[in-house]
């Protein structure tokens, strides 16, 4: 089962402006998490949110999480070239299957 | 170095092999996973372990198997029951099992079908 499903799937921005990835999943959660992944390599943790907050900031990193809506924003301010890769979102049901569930993931180009 | 390592990094498989991706980690994590990416997508469980000798299914299960005998080890298999192989598998690892912080994700093994 794909729990979370990413919007949009790619996203291309110029250097310096925000970018911001929705994620929206189907139940209830311990917690939430987004992940980075650049082209052919493995994932990397990027900021994780509890059920019961609203909003968490990590550098310029911004996430907010909506359970009554059962979705969540990744907001990236002030874009860099750098920052070019794929964002998932991943959840932790908390009950049945002990492992993370992930989204399909939103491809962020960020052009010099 | 801690970490979590995958080996080989490419892997090519003949029609009807079996074969064995390795993931190893020394983060003395009891939780590792085991997940396959297709091109452009996201990624699909195949198979989880909290602990040593004991291991789940996951979303994808048919064709694979695992074997979980070392805290340290999680190999996975592909077998010749496994239709359509291809694709980038990427191993993980958590030291937590209830609830989940942080997953740890070795550089993945890319297997193609030849």
């Known amino acids: 089962s794909q729990q979370g499903e990413e919007d949009p799937q790619a996203l291309s921005i110029q250097e310096g402006e925000n970018a911001t990835m929705n994620c929206s999943y189907k139940t209830s959660i311990n917690n939430l998490q987004w992940y980075r992944q650049n082209s052919g390599r493995g994932l990397v943790h990027l900021i994780l949110?509890?059920?019961?907050?609203r909003e968490k900031h990590s550098g310029r990193l911004r996430v907010t999480l909506d359970t009554s809506k059962k979705s969540s924003s990744l907001l990236i301010t002030a874009s860099r070239a750098a920052d070019t890769a794929s964002y998932f979102c991943?959840?932790?049901?908390?009950?049945?299957?002990?492992?993370?569930?992930f989204g399909s993931g939103t491809r962020l180009q960020v052009q010099p | 170095d801690g970490g979590i390592t995958q080996s080989p990094k490419y892997l090519f498989r003949k029609e009807g092999q079996n074969v064995t991706l390795s993931c190893e980690q020394n983060?003395?994590?009891?939780?590792m996973y085991w997940y396959r990416q297709d091109p452009g997508q996201g990624l699909r469980l195949i198979y989880y372990s909290q602990i040593v000798n004991d291991f789940q299914k996951g979303d994808i299960a048919e064709g694979y198997s695992v074997s979980r005998e070392k805290k340290e080890s999680f190999p996975l298999t592909v077998t010749s029951a496994q239709k359509n192989p291809t694709a980038f598998y990427l191993c993980a690892s958590s030291g937590d099992r209830v609830p989940f912080t942080e997953a740890f994700f070795g550089q993945g093994t890319r297997l193609t079908v030849v």
């Open positions: 983060l003395n994590h009891d939780a």
């Open positions: 991943a959840t932790d049901a908390g009950t049945g299957r002990r492992a993370l569930t």
């Open positions: 949110i509890r059920s019961n907050e």
